[in-house]
């Protein structure tokens, strides 16, 4: 005889699941280009970059928005294997995003730039940790699909 297991078992639609991680990435591409502009040119900064290289930077501007968005993907990629594999697939997902957030955090306190950057760089990459978190999670719970799974006694 076969019934229904009360326990359904995950299932991702992956579409919606990577669509949004992309708009998330872009978002958080944004995020960090907005971020470096308004500490550069509002407070006279020196974000990732010495003042001599002007409000919109180097190379590290369009480093620092492409780090960005590769965390959202890789954020993405994260929450899609956590879902097929783990039990809570969203705890754990809070906590690797949260301590990565807490790293990203305290990275810049280990170079010799200037305090005002290093604190505001910090504040950066936590907006940019709660935007990458909650849109991912936010996408991840909309794109997990429950099957319910066959028993048999």
Known sequence: MTGMDPTPRPA????KLWAGGAATAVVAALIAIAGILFGRGLFDIDVLAPKGHGTWGD???GWYALGAGGAALAATGLAHVLILTTPRPMRFFGWVVGLSTVVAMLAPFVTDASLGARMY???LNFVLGVAIGSLVAG???TATILIPTARRY
Do not use: D
Not at 12 to 15: D, E, I, Q
């Open 12 to 15: 991702v639609n992956a579409g």
């Open 121 to 123: 760089t910090a504040g």
């Open 59 to 61: 190379a590290s501007t």
């Open 139 to 141: 996408v991840a719970r």
